[in-house]
């Protein structure tokens, strides 16, 4: 039986077009994520009968996350969208493969909408639409190094095990 996918392992990384030799940015804090495929169809009508094609292909991401004050990725994105600039978006797997890597869709993209939402008793919550360039292409990753992986722990607020004395404070 296939494994399934759990939604928590589907991660998000952005790169501002111009960044070369640099990694993506995680974003902080990601609460929800969506990759979105449609596609149009060619429906006419004809004496001899309905014909019924394919049309156009339209991607999109929509992501949502807890604002940061300072973070990397989402300043990255709200940059983005103020200097009116496409993005590198990666969605990322944090599981590995059977190839040691992380499977991953990447894609270029704009920023068609920036909402942020403030409740009255709660955190400020962003969430964003990211109409993809063309079409989004599936490969594969490298192993996310250490640093980054302790960054996606340290936002999905977990704990490493402490021995008896540890300075380590959440």
């Known amino acids: 039986m296939p494994d399934l996918l759990n939604g928590k392992d589907e991660i998000y990384f952005v790169q501002p077009m111009d960044a070369k030799g640099a990694d993506g940015l995680f974003i902080a ?3 929800e994520g969506s990759h979105t495929k449609e596609q149009d169809t060619l429906d006419e009508s ?11 292909k339209n991607e999109s991401f929509e992501l949502t996350y807890y604002a940061a004050v300072t973070d990397p990725g989402q300043e990255a994105i709200e940059s983005a969208y103020d200097n009116e600039k496409a993005i590198k978006v990666w969605k990322v797997n944090k599981n590995k493969n059977k190839n040691d890597k ?4 990447f894609g270029h ?10 409740p ?3 955190f400020v919550e ?13 490969g ?12 996606i722990e340290s936002s999905a607020g977990a ?9 380590t404070t959440p």
């Open 29 to 31: 804090f990601q609460t």
């Open 46 to 56: 004809t004496k001899s009968g309905r014909i019924v094609g394919y049309g156009t």
């Open 102 to 105: 992380h499977d991953s869709v």
């Open 109 to 118: 993209a704009i920023i068609e909408s920036l909402e942020f939402s403030q």
């Open 120 to 122: 009255q008793d709660g």
């Open 126 to 138: 962003v969430s964003i639409t990211l109409p993809v360039l063309g079409k989004t292409f599936k």
């Open 140 to 151: 594969e990753l490298p192993p996310l190094s250490d640093e980054i992986l302790a960054m």
């Open 159 to 167: 704990t490493k095990f402490e021995e008896f004395g540890g300075t």
